[in-house]
Structures are given as structure tokens and as C-alpha cells.
């Protein structure tokens, strides 16, 4: 009987030895399949803010008269006077708000800079250098250097697009690294595209 005993018992200690690092091989396989969820999360999170915020500057633009416009009779009604008096005391002008066509000239440095703002939920001179230690924190190869803004315009419509580069966690050597492109479409008000 005590010899069936210690056989029962290498038999478990054989079938513990198989079965553990197979689960673990599962469990750090899902938590890289988290951390690719939780870094797109984050991105997208930041794109559409960005695009959204982006899709009211062509109102502002477009529909508001200003009164440092050419061919304007100064300000239009009340609220175009509030909407400029705003803006000249609005230190974060640029980040979060900008008074440009830039959607007509293909400036994506404006729609940089505000993915930027979005993601660090902040603005000024350091925000490029924070947003660049959070996109290497989340896993982004090289930061902000490395990930691609683009913007296409398509009448009324823009689509901005995000590209970089995933470093993959469960790799041999960390050198795995995963190519990840990210859209989101919106309309510009009051913008007919031309």
C-alpha cells in the first residue's frame, strides 16, 4: 500500500509539473492580450476627443464672425463678442481651442498637438514630453516620435488616423513588436468642404 501511495503522489507531483507552466503560459498570454486592449483603449480615447473638439473649431471658424476678420462688421451679435473675448484670455488657446482654418491648409501639427492635449489631460511647454512618457508607459515604441497623426478630408468629413508600433510583452528578448493603425471619422460643422 505504500508503495501505491508514493506512486499516487509522483504521479501528481509529474502531472503538477506539466500542467503549471502551461497555465501560466495562458495567464501572461492574457495579460499581454489586456495590454494591447488597454493601450488602444487609451488611444482611441485621445482621437476621439481630439476629434471632436477638432469638428467644433470649423464652427468656430467658419460660423462665428470675428472681429479681427477681413469683411466683417466687427462682431455679428453677442455671442461672437463672448466667443472672442474668450479666446484673447484663454491661456490654452492652440491646445484645446484654434482659431485657424488649419482643416483647409492640412496642418496636422494642430491636430497633433491637440491629440496630445487629450491624452496628457493637460497643456503648455511640457505637454509633448508627458505625452511622450505615457505612450512609452502604455507600451508605444519610441513615444511620440514614433506614432503617426494624419488627418484626410473628404468634403465636410476628416478622418484622422493613428499608426505605431506595440511593444509586445510576451516575447523572448522583448523585441516583438506589433503594427497598430487606429481611425475615427468626423464631421466638420459647419464645413462643406470647400
Not at 469638428?55 to 462665428?64: F, G, R
Not at 466687427?74 to 474668450?86: E, K, N
Not at 512609452?136 to 478622418?159: A, E, F, L, P, Q
Request: net charge negative.
Amino acid at each position: 500500500m505504500a508503495m501505491e501511495e508514493r506512486s499516487q503522489r509522483g504521479s501528481i507531483t509529474l502531472e503538477t509539473a506539466m500542467v503549471v507552466p502551461i497555465f501560466c503560459g495562458l495567464f501572461l498570454m492574457l495579460n499581454s492580450l489586456f495590454f494591447v486592449v488597454s493601450t488602444q483603449q487609451q488611444v482611441t480615447h485621445a482621437l476621439i476627443q481630439a476629434g471632436n473638439s477638432l469638428a467644433m473649431d470649423t464652427y468656430l471658424t467658419e460660423s462665428v464672425e470675428s472681429a479681427g476678420e477681413q469683411g466683417t462688421r466687427f462682431w455679428g451679435d453677442l455671442a461672437d463678442m463672448v466667443i472672442d473675448i474668450r479666446n484673447i484670455f484663454n491661456p490654452a488657446r492652440g491646445y484645446y481651442t484654434d482659431p485657424t482654418d488649419w482643416y483647409t491648409t492640412g496642418d496636422d501639427n494642430v491636430v497633433r498637438r491637440r491629440f496630445q492635449a487629450y491624452l496628457t489631460a493637460g497643456e503648455g511647454p511640457g505637454m509633448e514630453s508627458e505625452a511622450n512618457s505615457i505612450l512609452k508607459g502604455i507600451g508605444i515604441v519610441n513615444g511620440m516620435s514614433d506614432i503617426k497623426i494624419t488627418t484626410k478630408r473628404d468634403g465636410g468629413n476628416m478622418t484622422i488616423t493613428a499608426e505605431y508600433e506595440l511593444q509586445y510583452r510576451l516575447n523572448p528578448l522583448f523585441r516583438g513588436r506589433i503594427p497598430m493603425k487606429q481611425e475615427m471619422r468626423v464631421r466638420l460643422w459647419g464645413y462643406d468642404g470647400s
